[in-house]
């Protein structure tokens, strides 16, 4: 009888470690779902060269503590690195929920702690938003702008884009020459962090302004999927006699 009760003990304890052991997993994966960023997890939804700011979206949850990085400099695929290193570092100081648009100005900002200053270029200009860990970059959104197509004499502005970037759909959006544009999408976005990604990504869906925009308005909800989304829609009204 005791020997049954010390099995049924063990038993319970290796059930017990298991659960244990389910229940960590299940804790990191949420945590490393908020805290690691893949390309397409944000978006940049504005830029203004002429006052120095920019807005970005992120297309998930942002725990409190996730870190992430914004440069303009040249990308050197050969090095894995920027050849300029002018670059924000961001880190959340609250939980930001998905679809929050956050603008980057100078001063402080409510949700991030922000440190470094970059100065964007009219003429012609790149942001990266990436996360670095282990000495690696992690590249999650890249935007681009401007009348130069080329950086230098003769290499092409694209050969600059990160591999990763541009292997991924909708993870970069090229605008045209205008130094201030903003995404819109009449009454606001919605969809899957997919749709999003597409809408933001296709460069006729920007506008231009020789002043600068005002604060982000745009309201994006970020839905679950199954989601249907109607690219058209055929009418036909019958006539009864």
Do not use: C
Request: glycine share 6%; net charge neutral; hydrophobic share 40%.
């Amino acid at each position: 009888m005791l020997m049954a009760k010390q099995l049924q003990i063990r038993r319970l304890l290796k059930k017990l470690h298991i659960a244990l052991f389910l229940v960590l997993i299940l804790f990191s994966g949420s945590a490393l779902s908020q805290t690691l960023l893949l390309p397409g997890d944000g978006v940049f939804v504005s830029v203004n060269a002429s006052n120095n700011t920019f807005e970005i979206v992120p297309l998930i949850d942002l725990t409190k503590g996730t870190e992430f990085e914004i440069s303009n400099g040249i990308w050197d695929e050969s090095k894995e690195e920027f050849s300029e290193n002018n670059k924000l570092q961001l880190i959340a100081t609250e939980r930001i929920p998905a679809g929050t648009a956050i603008q980057i100005a100078k001063g402080k900002h409510a949700s991030f702690s922000i440190s470094g200053e970059l100065i964007l270029k009219s003429d012609q200009e790149q942001l990266f938003t990436y996360q670095t860990e282990l000495g690696k970059t992690r590249f999650i959104y890249g935007i681009t702008w401007g009348s130069k197509k080329s950086v230098g004499d003769s290499v092409k502005l694209d050969s600059y884009t990160p591999e990763t970037l541009r292997s991924v759909p909708n993870s970069i959006v090229e605008l045209s020459e205008a130094p201030n544009q903003q995404y819109f999408v009449r009454n606001g976005a919605s969809g899957t962090p997919e749709m999003i990604r597409g809408f933001v990504s296709n460069p006729n869906n920007w506008r231009s302004s020789d002043t600068p925009f005002p604060t982000f308005g745009t309201s994006f909800k970020i839905l679950k999927a199954p989601v249907v989304n109607f690219h058209s829609l055929l009418s036909q009204r019958s006539e009864y006699f």
